[in-house]
């Protein structure tokens, strides 16, 4: 999709990036399934336990594919150039599902990695919070509708991530809920940035302006979909996010000054996403911008 739909000739850059993080990621996996075959006889999840409870090359052979593609912070370089060079399907299809891969992987993977899990996850917390809290300031910075939008999904992931991590009940199952919630919104606002992009044939904030005064019942959904994305209560991300909070300061309460930032920069960069796009004098070189077609709503309800 991104080479063959692009936008920009960029793009060669940003699938050779998807290509190769992903590439250099999921060979390991691959011959630590193939290790557990040889050693066990049978790829059966329930039945598979690390006989050598101390490899900690196969534990990271088997999780950081996931990590790659969560994307965790550091190795998430890839997201924000394919959710920008993307056409709008595949930013969706990236999103809602490529991205949830990730998390549903982690959440599999450890029934059989838990005894190593319990030494090291301590680091891959940290990492992600941390990284979380730099994602969101740059998060601030952004000039790009669609950037925005990418890195506000590796803060999230982040949370996610740090939650997977700390191998408690409360911490998988929120995984699960954040995930779906945040699938559904953030594709929903990859779509919202995509119709603005084709009605003003830019995705900059600076000339995305006023979109309230020319598209009055699109910005209903640019209201709904960004309370979602920064966890605002009738949202289903609260309940994950929430849940993801308990968990973590559950298992270490020093990580609550990271998680109040985080939580607070995900409300900040969505108001600044909003009102930055809604209010304001609206660009004056448009000349006819239609407030939106049925298929547009139809998309945006389902």
């Given at each position: ?25 999921s ?69 809602g ?10 959440l ?17 917390l ?43 009940i ?20 990859f ?53 993801l ?25 969505t ?24 298929r ?7």
């Open positions: 999709l991104i080479f063959g739909w692009g936008y920009q000739p960029e793009r060669l850059q940003a699938g050779i990036y998807l290509l190769f993080y992903t590439l250099f990621a060979l390991p996996l691959l011959l630590g399934i193939l290790y557990f075959y040889v050693n066990s006889n049978y790829l059966i999840f329930s039945m598979i336990y690390m006989n050598d409870y101390m490899n900690f090359y196969l534990y990271l052979s088997m999780i950081m594919a996931f990590l790659v593609k969560m994307p965790m912070y550091l190795v998430h370089l890839w997201l924000p150039k394919a959710h920008v060079e993307a056409p709008v399907s595949g930013s969706m299809i990236l999103a599902v490529l991205l949830k891969l990730g998390g549903y992987g982690l599999r993977v450890f029934e059989c990695l838990i005894s190593m899990g319990i030494l090291i996850n301590m680091f891959w940290s990492i992600s919070l941390i990284g979380g809290f730099l994602v969101s300031l740059m998060c601030l910075r952004q000039v790009d509708m669609k950037s925005l939008i990418a890195y506000s999904s590796v803060a999230h992931m982040g949370l996610v991530v740090g939650g997977l991590m700390t191998l408690n409360w911490g998988f199952y929120m995984t699960f809920v954040l995930m779906i919630a945040h699938g559904l919104c953030s594709s929903g606002l779509c919202l940035a995509n119709i603005s992009y084709e009605r003003l044939g830019s995705r900059s904030l600076l000339i995305n302006k006023g979109l309230l005064n020319l598209m009055p019942s699109m910005a209903l959904w640019w209201f709904l979909l960004s309370s979602c994305n920064m966890a605002a209560p009738p949202s289903l991300n609260l309940l994950g996010e929430i849940g909070l308990n968990s973590m300061i559950g298992w270490m309460w020093m990580v609550m000054l990271f998680l109040m930032l985080i939580s607070f920069f995900s409300a900040a960069y108001l600044y996403l909003y009102s930055f796009s809604q209010h304001g004098v609206y660009y004056s070189g448009i000349y006819s911008s239609v407030s939106g077609y049925c547009e709503y139809l998309l945006l309800m389902l």
